[in-house]
């Protein structure tokens, strides 16, 4: 799954350690997500989503492989 967080977070000029604050994470963890490592729960998903006030399919986009 590929996913916009890094450039969400350019967008807001924000850090990983802000983004992680605002929705109840470690850094470790945006830092995982945004790199690919690690999927998002769906509660986390729907965090982001409010946080950076865009849709879920925005942020988080499904490869061929994940289909």
Known sequence: MNNRLKIERA????????LA???GVSRQAINAIETGKYVPSTIL???LSRYFEKPVNALFV???TDI
């Open 21 to 23: 604050k605002a929705i």
């Open 45 to 47: 998903a729907l965090k």
């Open 11 to 18: 967008v807001k000029n924000i850090t990983q350690e802000e």
């Open 62 to 64: 499904l490869d061929e």
